[in-house]
């Protein structure tokens, strides 16, 4: 039996690695290439999951020429990139979804708080001065509310008709269709819209 046969590779100082990798690898599927597949390669981007399997000397060339935007146009790149900040999912400007959330049933609409049964955020209401801020309608005011009422023109006190009827006023004064198309207060109509909607949902009107 010859000593170069690979059943003495198991007893050897030092087998011969490449025999071994040749007969537990496939081969390498560059073109002409036969060395053991070491190394895998994606195939691209539009085909997820599938490898090409290269020796390390093609696994680096073909690194050197990869581009996982072949094809797409530069704002095209420039969306993905934009997107995958955010792993590619839908979302949502702060504020944008107005009074379109749902409640649980357990909340407090009028300060979008949850129940308190202990009162510690009763205390936390109260002013500097130990007198509770003012309240509408038997509600309690917070200052995102009061913002929203600011934004209106109204004072703390208003009630649902006078913020129903002042939210009317402002839209046919700030309105585009009221200026003859002039859309300089445009952002001004929004904000106005977007308290509105959230005093709606806070369940002041």
Avoid at 25 to 48: D, E, I, M, N, V
Avoid at 114 to 137: I, K, M, Q, W
Avoid at 146 to 155: H, I, K, P
């Amino acid at each position: 039996m010859s000593t170069n046969s690979p059943l003495f590779d198991r007893i050897r100082v030092k087998p011969d690695q490449d025999r071994r990798l040749r007969e537990e690898l496939p081969a390498c599927q560059w073109p002409k290439c036969g060395a053991p597949a070491t190394h895998r390669a994606p195939k691209g981007r539009l085909r997820s999951g599938e490898y090409w399997r290269f020796c390390l000397e093609h696994v680096r060339e073909y690194n050197n020429s990869y581009n996982f935007f072949a094809g797409m146009s530069e704002d095209a790149v420039a969306k993905y990139q934009k997107d995958a900040i955010t792993g590619h999912r839908p979302t949502w400007k702060l504020g944008s979804l107005g009074g379109q959330r749902s409640w649980p049933a357990n909340s407090r609409r009028a300060g979008w708080a949850a129940e308190d049964p202990f009162g510690l955020f009763d205390e936390a209401a109260a002013g500097s001065n130990g007198h509770a801020r003012p309240t509408v309608e038997g509600r309690k005011i917070l200052n995102a509310q009061r913002r929203a009422l600011d934004v209106l023109g109204l004072e703390a006190d208003a009630k649902r008709t006078d913020i129903k009827a002042r939210f009317k006023v402002l839209v046919k004064r700030h309105h585009p269709d009221a200026n003859g198309g002039d859309r300089g207060s445009e952002d001004q109509l929004r904000d106005i819209i977007a308290a509105y909607n959230y005093l709606k949902s806070a369940g002041f009107c």
